[in-house]
């Protein structure tokens, strides 16, 4: 492995000078985040992990699944990059080319000084797999969560799962925002997004039932938060977006696909420019990867600063 990242370290050195050379005309500097499930700290091979971290483009990554065997995969990768690190958790870290400077009220978040005249709120989060409410209402058992038939149950499983988190990242959200500075938020959400499973998707044979996922919508409904994919295609028929999975179908059940691994932003003084999904070889990414490591694909939204 040490090869491999002495040769990382070399391209992100160069992506770093060609960065700062463009960053001489401040009216349009590019920072360019992405959230990235690892796979149980760097699944089929962390040196592949690497390659994504540095030859994705990234400035700042939230990953999750960070570790494995007790060690952080992120944060290990990030010092050898000489890149800046945040762990939260043992699944969740912040990776970033820039000074991080500051946490959040419940360290939820990390500020990141990009220059003398730039900061940036990052926030990562992985909320809990079990039960997956996706999974349940298509009658497949996982976890032994019980099989879901409506909306509302499945909005009544979620919301027990995963508000309490959901609202404590909001809570620091919503202070740091008194600052002014663009916010940005990754995660894998082990629940869908409330702009997908619209009843156009359902008759487009995407989704089962039409769902209000409450995870997201408490972002974007009270944590003023838009979610970059969706705003860049607003069509969630023709551009699903799906993050899970890359892995070959189960032999025993119909996978579900789904977008469930999101990059969402809010503030004054930057746009969104792109948004990719960061994958393997194959028509579901735009970046692609010949030995993709991850089961799940990840996000990769590029920002304008003013």
């Known amino acids: 492995m040490y090869t491999i990242l002495k ?10 000078l060609s960065s700062c050379n463009k960053k001489q005309d401040v009216s349009m500097m590019q920072l360019k985040v992405m959230s990235f499930n690892i796979w149980l700290g760097g699944g089929k091979s962390i040196d592949a992990t690497a390659e994504v971290f540095v030859n994705s483009g990234a400035d700042i990554i939230g990953v999750q699944e960070s570790s494995r065997d007790g060690k952080n ?71 032994g969560g019980p099989i879901l038939n409506t909306a509302e149950e499945a909005i009544s499983s979620a919301l027990a799962t995963r508000e309490a988190d959901v609202n404590s990242n909001i809570a620091d959200i919503l202070e740091v925002r008194k600052e002014g500075y663009p916010i940005f938020l990754t995660g894998d959400f082990n629940e869908p997004s409330c702009l997908d ?39 969630e028929v023709k551009k699903p977006g799906h993050t899970w999975t890359p892995l070959p179908e189960s032999q025993t059940y119909r996978e ?50 003013r």
């Not at 944060?75 to 870290?93: F, K, N, R, V």
């Open 73 to 143: 995969t992120a944060a290990h990768l990030a010092d050898s990059l000489g890149w800046h690190s945040y762990i939260y958790a043992d699944s969740q870290t912040i990776i970033s080319k820039y000074p991080i400077v500051d946490t959040s009220a419940n360290r939820h978040g990390v500020k990141i000084q990009i220059d003398k005249n730039h900061f940036v709120w990052m926030f990562n989060i992985h909320l809990i797999y079990c039960p997956y409410e996706p999974y349940q209402l298509n009658g497949i058992e996982y976890c």
């Open 197 to 235: 499973w619209t009843a156009r998707a359902v008759e487009a044979g995407l989704c089962k039932i039409s769902v209000q996922w409450p995870s997201t919508k408490a972002f974007i409904d009270k944590g003023g938060m838009t979610d970059s994919y969706r705003f860049f295609y607003p069509d």
């Open 7 to 16: 040769y990382l370290l070399g391209i992100s050195f160069i992506i770093t």
């Open 256 to 305: 579900v696909l789904d977008r469930i691994d999101f990059v969402f932003f809010s503030g004054n003084g930057f746009k969104l420019a792109n948004t990719q999904i960061v994958g393997e070889s194959s028509s579901k990414s735009d970046i692609m990867f010949d030995n993709y490591p991850s089961d799940h694909r990840a996000v990769l939204s590029t920002f304008t600063l």
